[in-house]
């Protein structure tokens, strides 16, 4: 029997997570494309690594709440505050499907 979750090349990317990505992307990393993903980690607490996968991961990027967190404590609002404001945007398109890329 083969096991599809061990497989690295089948990954479940979720719609949430391509909408946090998104808002993220368009609303807080707008206007900072011209910037090294160095300087954009350094203003919001995160590796540049992670910077580099929001911004070119269009199809969503799994983004560990912690990290998360810590882009919401830098940008100054509460993460209640920011799903509010996600699901404002997106509220129509989050729910629990996925792709499988």
Not at 23 to 38: Q, T
Not at 54 to 72: A, D, F, K, N, V
Request: glycine residues 4%.
């Amino acid at each position: 029997m083969i096991d599809n979750n061990s497989n690295k090349e089948n990954k479940r990317v979720y719609n949430v997570d391509k909408f946090v990505c998104k808002f993220i992307r368009e609303n807080w990393f707008s206007g900072l494309h011209d910037e090294k993903p160095k300087k954009i980690a350094d203003e919001f607490g995160i590796h540049y690594h992670t910077v580099e996968k929001i911004m070119t991961r269009t199809e969503g990027y799994h983004i560990p709440l912690y990290t998360l967190s810590t882009i919401c404590f830098y940008k100054g609002i509460k993460l209640s505050q920011f799903f509010k404001e996600v699901e404002q945007l997106y509220g129509q398109n989050l729910d629990d499907t996925y792709d499988v890329k």
